[in-house]
């Protein structure tokens, strides 16, 4: 029997916890430690946040809240059962936050398959192939911008920070639920998952790749990839492009770098100045 979460009358049913309620403890921390396995669930905080995984579809578990004016707020996205809602002393939720300040409301959704959302039908023909970026702001902003620029799917290669991390689900600001992304790729296999005829790109602020000692002894010379400047590339809605977006720390790996190669891919050149030796992923891509 499904649990009710709003009955006949229009009221809400849920269960009041009291501080360090056993229930509560073993909940949130299967949610927040893995210990290497691929979670299930997601936890989102805040009413935002919540409510776009609700008008998106998103399965909701659990419902954590201090306040009910809170859940009032939601009460029109809410399923009418299928989730357990639990109020809890505000402490108690601060405690398990991962904000200094917590908004005091949680949500526990089943992970959705990110793979399976279908993309806009006025996207661009623009997949973001996102390689060695580990901070999850980053990415972050990656999502949010492909999400404003319109593009059709975003690829996160194995190494990426992990794209349900509660700071990237933060920063994003609901992008999750509106773009297609394929996580955990191999290099090998991201032919798969690109048209043929894909023009393949790379954000680059090296006129001179060489100088990099993680490439210099590969069997190509990156130095003969053409080199061209960000401005320099016009969108053909007839053309599909794939822009490769490395870390700001790690940059693009190897692999990266022999994929360009062989896909007789570009060099976008953003120049800096000043001693800036490199963009935050979200900026360069936001250029």
Known sequence: MLQTVIDSNGEFVYTKLPNKDARMISLLTNIQSSNGKERKSILLEGKRLIQEALENNCRLEYLLFSRKSDIEQLKSFLPKSGATLYKMPYREIQLWSSLSTSPGIMGIFKKPDSENVKPSSDSIPVTILCD??????????????????????????????????????????????????????????????????????????????SSNENIEDTTFRIENVPVIPYYGISVDRTVPITLIVGGETEGLSEDAYKFIYERNGVRLNIPLMSGIDSLNSGVALDT
């Open 132 to 209: 060695n970026i580990r901070e999850p702001g980053n990415l972050g902003s990656v999502l949010r911008t492909c999400v404003g620029a319109g593009c059709h799917k975003v690829i996160l290669i194995k190494g990426c920070v992990n794209l349900w991390d509660t700071k990237v689900t933060r920063s994003a600001s609901g992008a999750h639920f509106r773009l297609n992304i394929s996580t955990k790729i191999d290099w090998q296999d991201v032919d798969k998952l690109i048209h043929l005829d894909s023009k393949i790109l790379m954000a680059d602020n090296k006129l001179l790749s």
